[in-house]
């Protein structure tokens, strides 16, 4: 990697942003932090094990700082701030250009997990940036999710934020030895308008 910013190439903007928060590619300095809170939060994520430090860097080299100066990379992953600090990070994972749809990934600093209602403002703020992302600046149609069902609260803020509920995947994952249920949600870029972050 070199010194300057690190940028995906198909993005027609370096940084998306709207109301005080805002997204960026995600830079080599950013991801020791996100390590951290993946491992701090297993249990919501598709991770079976905590990650080491050689883990995160290897990964990193090998599947997303070369795909930056892709025109289709496979996956997006962004920084998502507040005002100059770092609170979470996420994006669009899973692409399929051919078809112009992706999944929506976000996780936020545990700090920044309560109360409930905060939480539910930083996730909603980041699904309209992700919007105007993939609808507007990508071309994309299709977003969707998928929540395991122990999270409610998760589960408002995307069905408000216009998600629609498509699906549920019984007894999809086992949590701490018990099966948990898989949520699926949807949004088509027809389904509602959305604003434009600067």
């Given amino acids: 990697m070199s010194s300057s910013p690190a940028r995906y190439a ?5 940084r998306l942003e709207e109301n005080g928060v805002w997204i960026e590619t995600i830079q080599p300095g950013d991801i020791e932090s996100i390590r951290l809170w993946r491992n701090a ?3 919501v994520l598709r991770q ?5 430090p050689e883990q995160q860097q290897a990964y990193f080299a090998a599947q997303i700082w070369p795909t930056l100066a892709l025109a289709q990379p496979c996956n997006i992953l962004v920084s ?19 078809h112009k749809r992706a999944e929506i990934s976000f996780l936020l600093d545990p700090a920044e997990l309560a109360p409930k209602e905060h939480y539910a403002m930083r996730f ?3 699904l309209g940036l992700m919007k105007t992302l993939a609808f507007k600046d990508l071309g994309l149609n299709r977003l969707f999710t998928e929540t395991y069902a122990l999270r409610p609260d998760h589960i408002a803020v995307l069905e408000s934020a216009g998600f629609v509920r498509e699906g549920v995947m019984r007894q999809h ?8 249920d898989s949520l699926l949600h949807g949004c088509l870029c027809s389904d509602q308008t959305h604003g434009e972050p600067q």
């Fill in 124 to 126: 909603k703020a980041f």
């Fill in 80 to 98: 998502y701030h507040a005002g100059e600090r770092l609170i979470g990070y996420g994006g669009l994972v899973h692409i399929a250009w051919e």
């Fill in 10 to 14: 198909c993005l027609p903007r370096p």
């Fill in 41 to 43: 939060q297993l249990e």
């Fill in 173 to 180: 994952v086992r949590i701490n030895g018990v099966g948990v």
């Fill in 48 to 52: 079976p094990a905590p990650i080491t």
